[in-house]
């Protein structure tokens, strides 16, 4: 008995199932675009989980006979629940948006806090705040039970441990008006909740990522819950998967969206980025070029005249101002550019039509 080749064969006996996955083609061009998301019989389980992420896959239970190509297949079809999972949460994640805006405005920071690879996650959105937007290190911050080291080695029991996420938000400075995101997959990391409870205490914002309901304990010390359901994951409990990429996805959303806030874009451009490498100082120089017409010799000495900073170097030429003179249109306007060059940027030139030679 053979499936159609744009299914998984879940309709199929085991057996025949199991050749299925085994024999699947390989290299077959869109197979995985063809893939239904489907809805097979659930699992049963002797000792149910009532955290989702904890919970088997009933559309995976034969993913260890697969193919390569098979399993590429299962985990992509898996994948496309996730941006309907965060789609779902969109008034909650610009209530998050608001609340880290306002935080920024006042002067205050955001702290994430989480464990393991929620942890991880955390600190490479906080680390990719000062290329991206030219922050100051300490304005978003990343906080992992078990310290830096744990961003390469597991600290076996720091997750388990309420006390470390209290000592962690105590050695930070907490204070009122800093946002504290604790970010858990399963919504129940002890670590987390201390952090969180702390953090309430010291009078911050708190804000949860979870990717499954959290216990009442949780809910409690939370004033703004995100929670990107995305089902039971591929790997029974590999939350670096469905429920990795969908936090990934909301810290986007919640950093880059409180930055374009506070003015550190102008249209769809990055005018606040630090030019730290090759890349960087050449995507300024095209920002300007783009946004003024200058050659690039041009741009360039714009730039410098500007100590490297894209945004003063456009108010500068687009006022006919010295750095200081436009520093202080751009402290008057809150950083925001549009406040100061009313024209909006240049619109995108349209593509030019793929060749078809």
């Known amino acids: 008995m053979r499936a159609d080749r744009g299914d998984c064969g879940w309709h199929l006996p085991w ?50 006979l697969a193919s390569p190509l098979a399993i590429v297949d299962l985990i992509s079809s898996e994948d496309r629940a996730v941006m309907d999972a965060v789609a779902s949460q969109r008034e909650v994640i610009a209530q998050g948006i ?8 006042a002067g205050k920071r955001l702290l994430y806090v989480g464990a393991g690879t929620s942890g991880r996650l955390g600190v490479l959105d906080a680390s990719e705040c000062p290329p991206t937007f030219g922050t100051d290190p300490a304005m978003v911050v990343g906080v992992i039970a078990g310290g830096d080291r ?7 029991g720091a997750e388990d441990n309420p006390d470390g996420g209290r000592a962690d938000v105590d050695a930070q400075h907490v204070s009122a008006g800093d946002v504290v995101c604790g970010i858990a997959a399963s919504g129940t990391t002890p670590y987390v909740r201390g952090a969180l409870a702390r953090a309430r205490e010291r009078g911050a914002t708190t804000l949860l990522i979870a990717c499954s309901e959290p216990p009442a ?26 429920a990795g990429t969908a936090t990934k996805l909301v810290c986007n959303m919640l950093t880059t969206g409180a930055m374009i806030r506070i003015g550190k874009s102008y249209g769809n451009l990055m005018v606040d980025l630090r030019a730290t490498n090759v890349k960087l100082q050449d995507r300024a120089e095209r920002i300007v ?24 170097a456009l108010v500068m030429h687009a006022l006919g101002l010295n750095a200081t003179e436009a520093d202080a249109q751009l402290a008057q306007a ?16 349209p593509a030019p039509p793929r060749s078809t030679a």
């Open 15 to 64: 057996h025949d199932r199991r050749a299925f996955l085994q024999d699947t083609p390989r290299g077959e061009p869109g197979t995985a675009a063809r893939l239904p998301v489907l809805q097979p019989p659930l699992v049963s389980a002797s000792t149910p989980d009532p955290r989702v992420t904890e919970r088997r896959n009933p559309r995976t239970v034969d993913i260890d």
């Open 98 to 105: 608001s609340v880290i805006e306002a935080a920024f405005l």
């Open 150 to 156: 744990a961003l390469r080695s597991p600290i076996e």
């Open 217 to 242: 304990s949780m809910r409690a010390v939370v004033d703004v819950c995100i929670l990107p359901v995305v089902g039971p994951e591929v790997l029974t409990g590999s939350t670096r998967l469905k």
């Open 289 to 312: 070029m783009e946004v003024t017409a200058l050659p690039r010799d041009g741009a360039r000495e714009l730039l410098s005249a500007a100590d490297g900073l894209v945004k003063r």
């Open 334 to 349: 809150g950083g925001v550019i549009r406040r100061v060059v009313p024209d909006a940027p240049p619109p995108v030139a």
